[in-house]
């Protein structure tokens, strides 16, 4: 090869899309729990294959031949050599990490093969997807020994189409998962979290007619709480449809014609019943064409910043939150289901919530219809963690991939107010160019919602008091500043926040996205002690008295509701592999420092609003 053609293939390689090969994942159906579904979850065959065998051969090159596992061959005589067999290589249930399934796979980082048969009877003149509400972190997807694509990204829904591959007998699905780190992934090889590998969101079959509504926005315009602008997009062979949009209870109806691309705009002039966390209306919402129908239930609120301030609805809102990480309230591994999504946001409103953090990735969609209906704002996150390869096009084109994903799933839930592009990342130009392009995303597929990201202010001494000063040159693209600090746990006592004093040149209004330390419930001391409950507790006291006195404060997700999982913290007996800042244990105990918060939060609820 010439330094020249191999220059060439470099490049080519670069501006290919991450994780994909031959076959696409098709554009992201909306709203699937309102389609005609049928569930591929329960238990799958497995096998853990850690020097992914199944894929490649000893001279690491792609296997084709029935070696390859997702021809789940069998030996045609009692002479043939095939190494590997789904049917007694052991089960994992889907969906689920494989981590918390098996105590062998724990710490397991690489690939595991997933298999199930299916029969399908689908009406012939509808058409047929897969789709996967996430899978971690990689994954290759195969049905009757045929590769339909790939996706990359642990927390995200893709599909497939399968409508001319489905059989109405004798299907059988494979995937490979990996959820090896790599330094160029999102996140990188470096975060404070589990890698739970596995199919860890349901797996459903979706049929749809040949025209089908794939997507639609029904939003309050940016700064209006009586101006709806929508949109809805047709995928299928009959773009040209007049489409009718419904909101019986509030007496609107529009007709819309979409366009040769099978996109039409609209805008209704509507007198709502506005979604707060205090009365969380949602209205039925019925986006009808002339071959396909969807219902949806939407909530309908503005949101804005305004100087130092957040408007929900017009009003100023100060948002009492908590930070929380996608795991199961009351068994160990992620969380899924409805009834995670309950427990979890009930004990943020037992907190006296009404917003939640969603931290560090997008969590399942469940917890957005969920906070949705509950009433509670919502900020959403992409894994753009730490140290990410900010040179990296395909890290960023992975991150934005990761982002819009994220978007198109959650953009009609009213409890959404924020998307977060970045969690403590250092500054450096290419950060900055890496954030600046992933903010102006955000704001082009959502105009509405407001862009922020979690920083970290510079701590400076003068004359023996710290001045907390937002200095990150992101926050002058941001809506909202986030900003982590760690005074009283990994900065200094917490005593040393009672002389604190907190600048910030932007003139925007701030979130403290994180503060926090660690305590073992049931482990009791004085306040000096760390580890203990009164530690913890102690260390509120003061932050929250701290918070009180910045002005431009306007909400606050401390860290964390749960203890969670890590593989950072490995201290016998305290740790264990637990990060301890939760205000709950990793059982659902609740620590002395749950009831500090909570006392806090009901006097601000209960205070006077700002006249
Ligand atoms: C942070 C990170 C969070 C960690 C936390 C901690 O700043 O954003 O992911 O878990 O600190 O406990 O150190």
């Not at 510079?458 to 693209?477: F, G, K, T, W, Y």
Request: net charge negative; charged share 25%; with cysteine.
């Amino acid at each position: 090869m010439t330094k020249l053609f191999r220059c060439l293939i470099f490049v080519l390689c670069l501006l290919l899309p991450p994780g994909r090969s031959a076959a696409q994942v098709a554009p992201l159906i909306a709203n699937i729990n309102a389609r005609q579904t049928a569930s591929l979850d329960g238990q799958w065959q497995a096998i853990v294959d850690p020097y992914d065998v199944g894929a490649l051969d000893y001279r690491a090159q792609p296997l084709k031949n029935n070696h390859a596992f997702y021809k789940n061959y069998k030996p045609q005589s009692e002479s043939e050599l095939v190494e590997y067999d789904f049917d007694t290589s052991g089960q994992l249930h889907v969906p689920g990490d494989w981590n918390t399934q098996r105590e062998s796979l724990l710490f397991y980082e690489g690939s595991v093969w997933y298999k199930r048969s299916f029969d399908y009877t689908k009406s012939p003149k509808n058409r047929l997807f897969l789709h996967f509400g996430a899978c971690n972190y990689f994954a290759a997807v195969y049905l009757n020994g045929e590769e339909l694509g790939e996706h990359e990204g642990g927390f995200t829904p893709f599909d497939f189409e399968i409508t001319d591959r489905v059989k109405t007998n004798g299907n059988f699905l494979v995937l490979r998962i990996n959820n090896t780190r790599g330094i160029d992934q999102v996140p990188t090889v470096n975060t404070d979290w589990w890698n739970y590998g596995g199919i860890t969101r349901p797996v459903t079959l979706v049929e749809v007619p040949q025209t089908f509504v794939q997507d639609y926005y029904v939003q309050l315009e940016k700064g209006s709480t009586h101006q709806i602008k929508g949109w809805v997009q047709l995928n299928g062979p009959q773009l040209q449809q007049t489409v009718r949009i419904r909101i019986a209870e509030a007496g609107l109806a529009k007709t819309v014609q979409t366009d040769s691309k099978g996109r039409g705009e609209f805008s209704l002039t509507a007198d709502l019943t506005l979604w707060s966390p205090e009365n969380p209306k949602l209205y039925t919402v019925e986006i009808a064409g002339e071959t396909d129908q969807v219902i949806d239930h939407i909530g309908f609120r503005s949101i804005e910043a305004r100087g130092t301030e957040i408007l929900l609805d017009g009003k100023p809102v100060f948002l009492r939150g908590i930070s929380m990480h996608e795991e199961a309230p009351t068994r160990p591994g992620r969380a899924w289901s409805e009834d995670d999504a309950r427990t979890l946001l009930s004990w943020a409103k037992e907190l006296g919530c009404n917003f939640v953090r969603l931290a560090h990735y997008p969590h399942n969609e469940a917890m957005l219809r969920m906070a949705d209906q509950m009433g509670l704002l919502v900020w959403a996150e992409v894994p753009v963690y730490w140290t990410i390869q900010w040179e990296n096009p395909r890290t960023l084109h992975n991150a934005e991939n990761q982002l819009n994903e994220m978007i198109a799933r959650d953009h009609n839930r009213a409890a959404l107010i924020i998307y977060s592009v970045a969690n403590e990342t250092p500054i450096s130009d290419a950060r900055n160019r890496f954030l600046r392009q992933l903010i102006q995303d955000a704001h082009s597929a959502d105009p509405t919602r407001l862009v922020s990201a979690a920083l970290q202010a510079d701590q400076l001494v003068d004359r023996n008091r710290m001045i907390i000063r937002v200095n990150d040159p992101i926050a002058s693209d941001l809506d909202v500043l986030g900003n982590n600090e760690y005074v009283g746990w990994y900065v200094g006592r917490p005593e040393d926040t009672d002389s604190i004093d907190w600048v910030s040149e932007f003139g925007k209004p701030m979130i403290m996205s994180e503060f926090g330390g660690d305590a073992l419930f049931g482990y009791h001391g004085d306040a000096r002690t760390r580890w203990t409950e009164e530690y913890q507790a102690n260390l509120y006291e003061h932050q929250l008295a701290m918070l009180k006195r910045i002005s431009f404060l306007q909400g606050m997700s401390p860290w964390v509701l749960k203890d969670f999982r890590s593989p950072r913290r490995v201290l016998p007996h305290f740790q264990d592999y637990f990060n301890r800042k939760g205000l709950l244990s990793d059982h659902g105990e609740k620590k002395k420092a749950f009831f500090v918060l909570q006392k806090f939060y009901r006097e601000l609820q209960n205070a006077p609003p700002p006249k």
